[in-house]
DNA sequence: CTATTGGTTTGAGCGCGCTCTAAGTCAATA
DNA sequence: TATTGACTTAGAGCGCGCTCAAACCAATAG
């Protein structure tokens, strides 16, 4: 259960620095963690798991705020399961809205791909310093792109 | 072409506020806006149809300084289409990314949520408060919730 | 016995994207 | 004419999520 590992080694894994983590045990994100002789870290496996669960959470856009109430009512035992299930499904909703409001965009955003495609005059299709080959007629300033006019 | 809509017109229409549509246009992100006699801001069509393309680009979490890149290789002209081209596909292949990493974690939140289902006493699938029926023998802090153990 | 390495704490600072304030200008109305 | 109210500007302030700095401590190497 306790696999001893430094901040380095959990800084390692997760992906996180030693000074984010120090600061998500501070903010009460992480509890507080076992320590060696020296007063260093060290973190088991559960308190991995968590960490790996938080940046799941931020990885979907949970702002810390949250995640606190989570972890607030994770310490406050298994009374408060269907709370958590709660809170976890509220932001899942939120975020398949967010999700699909991405997935419009990135579909608009190919079509004007597409677009400029058809106004690209040479199609050279990786990006070239050197390529101002028409000096077309270019309005300076207002070149509208196209979309909803 | 100019449609004549005041600033508050499109701030509900975009749902951006005065505010920050006063601010996109100070820092460049937004051209200088038409004003009418008396010097209040004028959009045109096409003034929306960039905002909504500004939109969608922070919809998928474009930092302001791209699109600044963005906004300065469009008023160069149309030589700079193939570039304009290639900013947006970039952008797009991390969107991408993003995306699939999302959908993992929402992945395995929802498993969370189905093991949170087996561990519930009575399954009542709203929120009630009143919901602290059985007081198990509940381990205070360190409840990990089992993953990767 | 130093010097280095690698951790610790608290608190300050920062980059981003707004958001708000203060002071001023203008057009229309009482 | 006086006032209202909507708009303008430049600049300050803010919330978030880190990120860093300064000072300190413990263990090991030379």
Redesign the pocket.
């Known amino acids: 259960m306790a696999s001893h590992l430094?901040?380095?080694?959990v800084a390692k894994r997760t992906g996180?620095?030693?000074?984010?983590l120090?600061?998500?045990?501070?903010i009460g994100l992480i509890s507080p963690?076992a320590?060696a002789?020296?007063?260093?870290?060290r973190y088991g496996t559960a308190d991995i798991a968590w960490i790996e669960f938080l940046l799941r959470l931020?990885t979907t856009?949970?702002?810390?705020?949250k995640m606190l109430a989570f972890a607030g009512l994770r310490s406050a035992g298994d009374s408060t399961i269907s709370q958590r299930r709660h809170l976890l499904q509220t932001h899942l909703a939120e975020v398949q809205i967010e999700l699909e409001a991405m997935n419009r965009c990135v579909a608009a955003l190919q079509e004007k791909i597409e677009h400029y495609h058809s106004l690209e005059p040479c199609h050279s299709s990786t990006f070239n310093p050197e390529e101002n080959l028409p000096d077309d007629h270019t309005k300076p300033l207002p070149a509208r792109t196209g979309e909803t006019p």
Do not use: K
């Open positions: 430094s901040i380095d080694d996180l620095t030693a000074h984010t120090r600061y998500y045990e501070r963690i320590r002789a020296g007063g260093q870290r931020r856009h949970m702002p810390i705020s």
